[in-house]
Each structure stands twice: as C-alpha cells, then as structure tokens.
C-alpha cells in the first residue's frame, strides 16, 4: 500500500539532516536516500457513508478526511525535501555568497531559514505521532463504520458507544497533528520560495526525476 511507503520515503529523503552539518553544506542522504522516488500524490478512495446518525456520520467522514489531508501534507512536505536536495539550494546559496560579497549577508539569512524551517519540518515529520503517521484515523474510522452497520440491524449500542469514542478522540489528536505539522511545511515552503527567488535559475539535476515525471 501506498501509505506505508512513506515513513521509508520520509526517513531517505531527510537522512542527511541527522547529521548537523547539514547547516554548512547541502542536503545529500547517500545510499538509501536514492530510494526516495515517488512524488506524486496518492489517490483519495471513495467509500459509501454507513447507516446511522448523522452525529455518527459526520464524525465517520472526518476520520476520513483528516487522515487523507495528513496524508498529503507528508508527501507535499516529502517533495519539499526533495527539491532543496535535486536543486542544491543551500549549496547554490553558499556559491552565490561567495561570488558575491555584495549580497552574502541577505544570502546568509535566507539560507538559516531554509535550514531551520527544513530542520523543524523534519523533526514533525518524524517525531512520534499520537495516532498513527501512515493511516492516521482509518482503522477507528474503519471501527466505527463497522459498528455503524451493525447497529441498523441489532441493538448494538455498547460496541457504538465504543468505536464513537475511539473515533472522536483520534479525530481531535488529527486536527492537532495537522495544524503543527501545517505549519511547519508552509513555512518550509516558504523559506523555499525565497531562497529560489534569491538565486539563478538551477543547472539541470543529475539526480533521476521522481517516478511517474
């Protein structure tokens, strides 16, 4: 499944950040980070809403929706990742501040925060989650529905009851897991725009282009 590839796709693509040189040279994971090669977005699966209140409902419909938008945070930061490493955009600004003395000082800013906007995105990427990072509020959601149909045709309160619960709290972890880890990846995405808009356009990369470009 396409999910659980992504704590491996995270991990290559920021392995170099593990080591704290990454704030005087560019980003270079060696070995396994060539594995990083899927960029493209997984596809959202439709699935019929299960009988029962609508209270029920609309909590069973944001399991799911919150699980697929953390979903494509992570891969939208992933690509991130994956552009400061294929551009060389801390190594290009070291090159360009050197060249010019002129600029090396606004050139020197810009690069801290492209480094500390990748170091925190990083860190929220891989820190340990209070729900689960790959499927986020599936399987409570997966519960809930279950319980949901059962209920429409036996007294099955108990196991609703239950499943309500698990669901709403995993739901209220997301959206707090999505905020933080937001944050984080437009501020990434910003730092990005500005070291970009401070440079040359890049040379072509000799890194092979992400599957499916």
Not at 21 to 30: L, N, T
Not at 86 to 106: F, I, Q, Y
Not at 109 to 135: F, G, H, M, N
């Amino acid at each position: 499944m396409i999910q659980e590839l992504l704590p491996r796709l995270a991990l290559a693509a920021f392995a170099a950040l593990a080591n704290p040189a990454v704030a005087e040279g560019p980003v270079a994971p060696s070995g396994p980070a060539m594995e990083l090669e899927v960029q493209t977005e997984p596809p959202v699966e439709p699935a019929k809403v299960p009988p029962g209140s609508q209270e029920d409902q609309a909590l069973w419909r944001a399991a799911g929706d919150l699980s697929n938008q953390l979903t494509s945070l992570r891969w939208s930061a992933n690509g991130m990742h994956w552009r400061i490493r294929t551009e060389e955009l801390l190594g290009r600004l070291d090159a360009a501040a050197k060249a010019d003395p002129a600029v090396a000082g606004r050139l020197g800013e810009i690069r801290k925060k492209l480094v500390d906007a990748q170091t925190e995105s990083y860190a929220d990427l891989t820190a340990k989650w209070p729900i689960d990072p790959t499927r986020g509020c599936q399987y409570p959601r997966s519960m809930l529905g279950a319980a949901m149909e059962a209920s429409a045709t036996r007294d099955n309160r108990a196991q609703l009851g239950q499943s309500r619960d698990a669901a709403a709290r995993c739901v209220d972890l997301a959206r707090k897991t999505l905020a933080r880890v937001k944050r984080s990846t437009d501020a990434l995405g910003r730092a990005i725009d500005a070291a970009e808009n401070a440079l040359p356009p890049a040379p072509a990369s000799a890194l092979p282009p992400p599957a499916g470009k």
